[in-house]
């Protein structure tokens, strides 16, 4: 079973940056497709980004779109999340998640292994 652990959180001003990362154990990182989603309090998980298992194809929620961009690095079997130009709307807790396929995908059912979040809080 794999593990993902992210990193990266924590509080910054509207219009500031972060980079979120998701290190992941096992030998097959490169195989699969993996995604980042994010949870604010009261609301559902929603998806946020997903990326290929070569990285050749992404895909954004909307709401993310030309501010976020996901990447990854299959030689250290991490996933990225740069974030730039927050909004107090991007605070949550964001999670990495893997999807046993190498093609990309957009719901939470697709994703079967999941790290434990890290918190993101944008102040206005």
């Known amino acids: 079973q794999v593990q993902l652990v992210e990193s990266g959180g924590g509080l910054v001003q509207a219009g500031g940056s972060l980079r979120l990362s998701c290190a992941a154990s096992?030998?097959?990182?490169?195989?699969?497709?993996m995604g980042w989603f994010r949870q604010a309090p009261g609301k559902e998980r929603e998806f946020v980004a997903a990326?290929?298992?070569?990285?050749?194809?992404?895909y954004y929620a909307d709401s993310v779109k030309g501010r976020f961009t996901i990447s990854r690095d299959n030689a250290k079997s991490t996933v990225y999340l740069q974030m730039n130009s927050l909004k107090p709307e991007d605070t949550a807790v964001y999670y990495c998640?893997?999807?046993?396929?190498?093609?990309?995908?957009?719901?939470?059912?697709?994703?079967?292994?999941w790290g434990q979040g890290t918190q993101v809080t944008v102040s206005s």
């Open positions: 990326i290929s298992w070569s990285g050749g194809n992404t």
């Open positions: 998640a893997r999807r046993p396929h190498s093609n990309i995908a957009t719901t939470i059912y697709e994703y079967n292994s």
């Open positions: 096992g030998r097959t990182f490169s195989s699969y497709a």
